[in-house]
């Protein structure tokens, strides 16, 4: 969080992102796509997801938001896809190719969206805390306004909004479970980079729950270099602050700022990020644009991801099995990379039963300990699914500080009921 003369403690987000490093998630196995229609099951599968958790205004959906940017993403990928197949034979260069690559990914960034969820972050773990917080530049103004419980409140207000980026401002004491690591103050510090990282593990799942993916889709997986592509540098930004908070309270007393980016660089080495390059080069200099998960003998190739907890930053590795085209597993492994002992696996498996389908995935030091995220859809009709959700958050867990309710207690949990549109 950076300081804004005049504001007080305060956090700024700003990208610094050059468009021609963009990378998208995709895949190694590709698919010709120029001369030939959308596959129907990719078409199919796109959503848009209303959920009851966006009307509770209780910050109770760190999760379902991260939806709403996957959302997002998906709908420009496909109008990606529909303007690649009509405009195929102009596109038939590999200079207006990468063009059309860059322009598309862009699209997203003009909503603000990404920056939205970013000081989400912050404000939603203030509130956790015990705290209050209060936004910058509302209204597409300079001025600042109380943290809306409404996050379309706050996306709203930031639509096409640039000047200066985004702030947070939090207030009150920060209250923590008693048994959270020492650094408590980098659970609000790090709430922006940490849903961004959401972000991009939220996209890699689900990549690898569908199936298939375009090389347009995803530009999310930015987030995936979070700390790396964090665009401030001060004497009190959010990572020079999660530095300092480490050292002070003795999680580690050598730790610096670059130290975080170089933990975060060596996510790159993950395979979505190899098949994101890949896929890349293949669209632009052969024109494929369908791409699916890079898996070897049915498992996953692993993806990395680093958090910002309260014991330290964090390396999680996420992998799966494909048992068949209804039946995956899924694995994670997060540890404390540099600060206190501290390893959280997890379990998850998605089930697709025709109609229906279900995802279900527990993590935790113990099982006392656990954190219970489940997902549940039911189909209406060609166009239509009930959708349901609930989870359940342990704030002693790494990832429960990031999404918990009440940092407070034990155990919080939330849940919703909703409808998804398919087209």
Not at 55 to 67: E, G, L, P, R, S
């Amino acid at each position: 969080m950076e300081k804004i003369p005049g504001a007080g403690a305060t956090s700024r987000y700003l990208f610094n992102v050059p468009a021609l490093t963009v990378l998208i998630c995709g895949g190694l196995q590709t698919l010709p796509l120029a001369a030939q229609s959308l596959d129907p099951a990719v078409s199919q599968r796109d959503t848009i997801n209303i959920s009851s958790g966006y009307f509770t205004k209780d910050y109770a959906n760190n999760v379902d938001y991260a939806q709403t940017v996957l959302d997002e993403s998906r709908a420009v990928e496909r109008l990606s896809m529909l303007g690649y197949e009509k405009y195929a034979d102009n596109l038939s260069s590999w200079g207006s190719r990468g063009m059309y690559f860059v322009g598309t990914n862009l699209v997203t960034m003009l909503s603000n969206l990404r920056l939205t969820y970013h000081e989400w972050g912050h404000a939603s773990r203030t509130v956790a805390m015990g705290g209050t917080a209060s936004f910058s530049n509302c209204l597409g103004g300079n001025s600042w306004c109380a943290a809306p419980r409404d996050f379309f409140g706050y996306a709203g207000s930031q639509l096409f909004h640039f000047g200066g980026g985004g702030a947070t401002q939090p207030y009150g004491t920060w209250t923590a479970n008693n048994d959270s690591g020492k650094a408590v103050e980098n659970i609000l510090n790090g709430g922006g980079v940490n849903n961004e990282m959401l972000v991009a593990d939220k996209l890699g799942e689900q990549h690898f729950l569908r199936g298939t993916g375009s090389v347009f889709s995803q530009w999310a997986l930015l987030g995936q270099q979070a700390i790396v592509t964090y665009g401030v540098d001060g004497p009190s930004d959010d990572m020079t602050a999660v530095a300092s908070q480490y050292r002070s309270t003795g999680v580690d007393t050598q730790i610096q700022k670059s130290d975080l980016r170089r933990i975060n660089q060596l996510s790159l080495i993950s395979g979505s990020t190899v098949t994101a390059a890949m896929a890349s080069y293949e669209f632009i200099v052969n024109g494929k644009a369908s791409v699916k998960p890079w898996t070897v003998g049915g498992f996953l190739v692993p993806n990395q991801y680093n958090y910002i907890s309260s014991r330290g930053i964090t390396r999680k590795w996420v992998s799966g099995y494909e048992w068949d085209d209804n039946t995956k597993l899924l694995g994670s492994y997060e540890y404390v990379v540099r600060g206190d002992s501290f390893t959280e696996p997890g379990l998850g498996i998605y089930k697709n039963f025709g109609e229906w389908d279900a995802l279900v995935k527990v993590s935790g030091k113990t099982m006392g300990w656990a954190n219970i995220e489940t997902a549940f859809s039911k189909r209406l009709n060609n166009n239509w699914k009930l959708t349901a959700t609930a989870y359940e958050w342990d704030s002693r867990s790494l990832m429960g500080e990031r999404n918990s309710l009440n940092l407070s207690n034990n155990k919080t949990r939330q849940g919703s009921i909703g409808v998804a549109y398919e087209y």
